[in-house]
């Protein structure tokens, strides 16, 4: 019970920010290096946001019209709807109507941006009157330098704070303290000298100040932010190159080694490895779990078709493609490797039917994938290598090339696994027969 209570809660959490992600989330299915693409997304995510507030300011005025309870309350409550979709359809159509136009994208980001403080401002117009939502309707003002801040554009912020800091003025003077109705019959110069020494002057000074310290805040926050999303884009841009570079390099390097490697792809040769150095693994003692990573490995090179055009996935630039290359690069590594082991079988083979075989030569062989799992596919190769036709030599008898490990193919393996390989010879024999 306790489990599925547990499970449900994180689906619901993982829900919420599939949705978040979805409606505000400023990088959700954007490559950061379009400039067009991120301010069309970051318009879509502010519209949604505009939407979000206009549904936050009917509900205050529904408040408010519940409160006082007056005709002109609830008209204003009433409209505020249909206001608020018009104004959504509106700034929607704006956004939508050419994604790719920078022009037409950066004219709909000044739209919301005006529309997000004339809001505010029309809303505290309607409500600095009570004392209880004065507080609350000013804030809207810090709010929307918060919502236009998300843009990361310094001069739109630049812009927008001039025009709020002339409006919010204005409103100290106008709404908030009424200063027109302290003059009475003074002059300028008589009423300015009173005016100073009001309270109320030393609270208007204290809000814009306020005011001003905030945007200076938000301003350093969004340069931060916009000097680091060059920042990533420039270095996104440079890993796009150097992923280039590299599909192309290890693409070619790929083309050139399956090319000159052609014949130690022979499936048949390949199935007859796997088949024996399975069978040698579990005679030597390896677990299923090593078994069975061995088996894939034993084979893994006949795969090579699947990385040998490498570049074809490779036109578009997301996180998509880069677990593409990664994934063919990882098995190209795992192919260059299995291919290695072949060629060290081959080498084997060619210096000893060649007698050209040494104490250097055994060194080098020696540090070639030393592991047991490597060395149980050599000896299975080496062995059907050795009784197969090749270039360099004719097949072998059985009971030749188990006196070959006998004595010096034997120097290259574990003397456990070429134990095993002498003890159940006959078995081997039997089964390179009836493939």
Known sequence: MGKTR????????????????????????????????????????IKNIVFVSNIMYSIILFLLSFIQNEVSDWVVAFVAFPLTYVINKFLRKLINMDPQDKTKQSVAMYVAAFYIFFSSILIYARLYTNPYFE????????????????YQEKKLLSQSFQGLLALLTVIHFIWTYNIQGMVGEETFFQFIPRFIKEPEFSDILLRTLLFILFYFVVYAIVS?????????KKELIKRRQVQGDFSHIVGDLFSVVFSSSYTLMDKRHAYQVQQMSMKLADYYGLTQTRIDAMNQYAMIHLQYQEIKNLLNDMNTYDEKTYDVLKEKTELGSKIAKRMQLAQKCEDIARAHIEDTANEKFLKEMLVIQPEIDAQIILLADLYITMRGPKSYKRPMAHGLVLKSFQT????????????????????????????
């Open 135 to 150: 507080t609350a309707a000013y804030i809207l003002m810090y709010y929307a330098v918060v919502v236009i801040s998300l």
């Open 408 to 435: 010096d193919l034997g120097t290259y393996f574990d003397y456990d696994l070429k134990e095993r390989f002498l003890k159940f010879h006959d078995e081997f024999n039997e089964m390179y027969n009836n493939f």
């Open 224 to 232: 931060m932010g916009q000097y680091m999303q060059e920042e990533r």
């Open 6 to 45: 547990k499970r449900s809660i994180f689906n619901l959490k993982a829900l919420g920010k599939d949705i978040f992600a979805k409606f505000f989330g400023f990088e959700q299915g954007v490559d950061i290096t379009d400039d067009v693409a991120v301010l069309y997304r970051r318009n879509v995510v």
